[in-house]
């Protein structure tokens, strides 16, 4: 088989990119590990920025989205037991984000792409090998049902996430890892019941951290802080009822709706970035090439700006026939992911109950929260990250 880009992995980075590059007229391939309904079964994190919003759009397939998500102006910070607003259009100057799961993103595109008909490889397993990306002929084989395939490309873009083929398929001496791993997780919950409040309430509380989000008006996500070492088995739904209710403010708890989890699971929390993020003939998009913790969802959003980046560079090396945007690609890319990893990682740290911070950490958090919600300068940095950095 002979394609113009070979994509490894159907999650949001190579949907989204396999999307962007057909509507330019530029073919390719997408090989993924899973079965689709695989991928559509992991559930992850649900606002999108402007950005993120615009690119479903270019691609095509905002209908559903524009019809079905929620614009959201705010959030709330709940901090020594009470709620502070955060207005986003009042502090950016009208900006808004979009609550849409990842999972209906993921759905539009693999929808969207099943009508055009173009190719995508479902389950070939940990088969993937990729060639030549160091000269001018890159190859991706793969095997399905026992039989190889090679798939002979200009290109390769490895959106294969965190654990995927395409990172470790570089030579170590070429790449440099940074990681900060956190000593607690996210224990998330997910149920057909009215969310507390209509927009994300955020929470900081002496017994660890906690999140109020949603799907819809009538699905709810929430999350609290455990320990690393906590079982999800450990973990019944009205355990995790309690525990959410006890750190929110009393008018919240009051208004918790409880209902059966439709999925409930730990996930850890880590920073992670990959540099740089182009070998050759070689690319890395979203979370192949980098890791924020959830505390701002800013995972599904660079994903999309990786691949706005590198759909860009494609179309101009195709059309244009100049590789300034590929070479680009990597710099122009990292200085957006380090800025969300920036701010990632100080809402965690702001947010969070750390196991050795102690009676002080509580307090130094508890003021810098005050000085967050007072001063309009800390307000629209916080509110200015959160809504999307420019491209
Ligand atoms: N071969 C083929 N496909 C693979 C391989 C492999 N060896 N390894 C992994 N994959 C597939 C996975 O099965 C998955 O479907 O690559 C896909 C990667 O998807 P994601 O992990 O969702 O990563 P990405 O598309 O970059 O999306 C980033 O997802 O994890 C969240 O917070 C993150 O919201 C962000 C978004
Ligand atoms: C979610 O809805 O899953 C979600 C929302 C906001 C976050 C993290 C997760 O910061």
Known sequence: MRTQVAIIGAGPSGLLLGQLLHKAGIANVIVERQSPDYV?????????????????????????????????EGIELLFKGKRHRIDFPGLTG??????????????????????????????????????GFDGTSPKVRYRKDGVEHEIECDFIAGCDGYHGVSRASVPKGAI???????????????????????????????????LCSMRSKTRSRYYVQVPLTDKVEDWSDDAFYDELGRRLDPEARERLVRGPSLEK????????????????????????AHIVPPTGAKGLNLAASDVKYLSSAFV?????????????????????????????????????????????????QEAELDYLVQSKAASTALAENYVGLPL
């Open 40 to 72: 559509l079964g992991r559930i992850r994190a649900g606002v999108l920025e402007q950005i993120a919003v615009d690119l479903m759009d270019e691609c095509g397939v905002g209908a559903r989205m524009h019809r079905e998500g929620l614009v959201h």
């Open 94 to 131: 009208g900006k808004t984000v979009m609550v849409y799961g990842q999972t209906e993103v993921t759905h539009d595109l693999m929808d969207a792409r099943k009508a055009e008909g173009l190719p995508t490889v479902y389950e070939v397993g940990d088969t993937v090998t990729l060639h």
């Open 176 to 210: 440099t890892e940074y990681e900060k791993v956190y000593p607690f997780g996210w224990l998330g919950l997910l149920a057909d019941v009215p969310p507390v409040f209509h927009e994300l309430i955020y929470a900081n509380t002496e017994r660890g951290f906690a």
């Open 265 to 288: 699971s730990i996930a850890p929390l880590r920073s992670f970035v990959a540099e740089p993020m182009r070998f050759g003939r070689l690319f890395l998009a979203g979370d192949a």
């Open 316 to 364: 101009e090396h195709y059309k244009e026939k100049s590789n300034a945007g590929i070479d680009h690609y990597s710099a122009r890319a990292l200085a957006r992911v380090w800025k969300a990893e920036r701010f990632s990682w100080w809402f965690t740290q702001l947010m969070h109950r750390f196991p050795d911070s102690g009676e002080i950490g509580q307090k130094l």
